[in-house]
Every structure is written in structure tokens, then in C-alpha cells.
């Protein structure tokens, strides 16, 4: 029997876990994976190595029609300030409806794929299988993000941290075009007492709950 495409959407706020999350799941079932956050960084990126001005509209909407979702590599787009350049063209209408085609076209390939992200459930892929909305408190994530911070020999306030973190959230929720929250029909996944083991099993249960039915 062949089991028909297998689609996951995982949605949530910035350190609540769902990209390790994403990232797992898609190996224990064989999809592919795309954090599409990476997506807009990699848009701001160009933007940065062509000398265009952040909020250049054109000339970002022409970077994410031409972006290659194959070839996002994190280590280069996870920069700080290819982040905060993000922030800027991820709020563009024209860049969100060519990204948000080319992930579509992402999961519509081969087996299915996991997608991460903060619009996945509710506009990426609003029909998908298994839509996961993963949170935790803004206090808790911000000692994870301070805690990769400081693994990596990088130097941070946990106040300045949280801090971010608030602003942050506030703006992926408050956008006009699609804002950051969970589909009505996502699992709520909680991970402010849990560790990844606990979290990832709890995923699991809902994705093979689902290749039951």
C-alpha cells in the first residue's frame, strides 16, 4: 500500500522549540524539512550582497520569485543581522505571496515535508495533515535563546533577551498579513515544562494518531 503525501505544518513563536521539533520529526518520517524563516533571511540576504536598500520592494519581491528553498543554509542566514534585515522584508506583501508559493510547491513534492514557520497552519499550508502550534512561556524561551547564545561564545543579557523576545512576538502578531497564530484546527503543544525528548514524543503521538486513522 502506498501512504498517500504527508504534510506537517508546526507553528509558534521565536525559541518555543519548533524548529528542533520540525527538524526530527521530518527524520523519523522520512520528509523533507524547511524552516521558512530561512526563506525571508535568505531574501534579506540578497538584498544586503546586492547593495539594495532594505525596503526596496521590487527588488526583493525579484529575490524571493528567483530563491532556491534547496539551498537555504543556516549557518550564513542565522547571522543576527541578517535577522533584523528579515524583520523588514518579511512584513512585504509581494515577497510573503512568492515565498508562501515556492513552500507550497516545497510541500507538494516527493513524499511530503515538515514545514516550521509562523504562518504554516493557517496560510502555507491551511489543509495540512498535522498542524502543530508549539508555545511556551516568553520567560522560558528567553532562557533557551540566552542559553544557545552564550554555548555559541556569544555574550547577552537574559533581560535584553526577553526583552527581544517580547518585541518580537509582538510584531509577528501584530502584522497586518498573516499574523502569527495558532490555525483552528492545530494541536497546542506547550513546551515551557517539557524537554525536547517529552515535546518530540508528544509530536510523534499526534502524527502517528493521524497515519492511523
Same mark, same amino acid.
Given at each position: 500500500? %502506498?501512504?498517500?503525501?504527508?504534510?506537517?505544518?508546526?507553528?509558534?513563536?521565536?525559541?518555543?522549540?519548533?524548529?528542533?521539533? *520540525?527538524?526530527?520529526?521530518?527524520?523519523?518520517? @522520512?520528509?523533507?524539512?524547511?524552516? /521558512?524563516?530561512?526563506?525571508?533571511? +535568505?531574501?534579506?540576504? +540578497?538584498?544586503?550582497?546586492?547593495? *539594495?536598500?532594505?525596503?526596496?520592494?521590487? !527588488?526583493?519581491?525579484?529575490? !524571493?520569485?528567483?530563491?532556491?528553498?534547496?539551498?537555504?543554509?543556516?549557518? %550564513?542566514?542565522?547571522?543576527?543581522?541578517?535577522?533584523?534585515?528579515?524583520?523588514?522584508? !518579511?512584513?512585504?506583501?509581494?515577497?510573503?505571496? +512568492?515565498?508562501?508559493?515556492?513552500?507550497?510547491?516545497? +510541500?507538494?513534492?516527493?513524499?511530503?515535508?515538515?514545514?516550521?514557520?509562523?504562518?504554516?497552519?493557517?496560510?502555507?499550508?491551511?489543509?495540512? #495533515?498535522?498542524?502543530?502550534?508549539?508555545?511556551?512561556?516568553?520567560?522560558?524561551?528567553?532562557?533557551?535563546?540566552?542559553?544557545? %547564545?552564550? $554555548?555559541? @561564545?556569544? #555574550?547577552?543579557?537574559?533581560?535584553?533577551?526577553?526583552?527581544?523576545?517580547?518585541?518580537?512576538?509582538?510584531?509577528?502578531?501584530?502584522?497586518?498579513? $498573516?499574523?502569527?497564530?495558532? *490555525?483552528?484546527?492545530?494541536?497546542?503543544?506547550?513546551?515551557?515544562?517539557?524537554? %525536547?525528548? /517529552?515535546?518530540?514524543?508528544? !509530536?510523534?503521538?499526534?502524527?502517528?494518531?493521524?497515519?492511523?486513522?
Amino acid at each position: 500500500m %502506498i501512504r498517500p503525501r504527508l504534510t506537517i505544518a508546526i507553528d509558534g513563536p521565536a525559541a518555543s522549540g519548533k524548529g528542533t521539533l *520540525a527538524r526530527r520529526i521530518a527524520a523519523t518520517y @522520512g520528509l523533507a524539512h524547511l524552516d /521558512t524563516g530561512l526563506s525571508y533571511r +535568505a531574501v534579506a540576504k +540578497a538584498l544586503i550582497d546586492a547593495g *539594495a536598500a532594505l525596503d526596496d520592494e521590487a !527588488a526583493a519581491r525579484r529575490a !524571493a520569485e528567483v530563491l532556491d528553498l534547496s539551498a537555504l543554509d543556516a549557518g %550564513i542566514l542565522s547571522d543576527h543581522v541578517i535577522g533584523e534585515a528579515a524583520s523588514k522584508v !518579511a512584513v512585504m506583501v509581494p515577497v510573503r505571496q +512568492a515565498l508562501v508559493a515556492a513552500q507550497r510547491r516545497f +510541500a507538494e513534492t516527493g513524499k511530503g515535508a515538515v514545514l516550521d514557520g509562523r504562518d504554516i497552519g493557517t496560510v502555507v499550508l491551511p489543509d495540512a #495533515d498535522v498542524k502543530l502550534y508549539v508555545t511556551a512561556s516568553a520567560e522560558r524561551r528567553a532562557e533557551r535563546r540566552h542559553a544557545e %547564545i552564550l $554555548s555559541k @561564545g556569544g #555574550d547577552a543579557r537574559l533581560e535584553d533577551v526577553l526583552e527581544d523576545l517580547k518585541r518580537r512576538d509582538a510584531r509577528d502578531m501584530g502584522r497586518a498579513d $498573516s499574523p502569527l497564530k495558532p *490555525a483552528a484546527d492545530a494541536h497546542l503543544l506547550d513546551t515551557s515544562e517539557m524537554d %525536547i525528548e /517529552t515535546a518530540f514524543q508528544a !509530536a510523534c503521538d499526534l502524527v502517528d494518531r493521524h497515519r492511523a486513522e
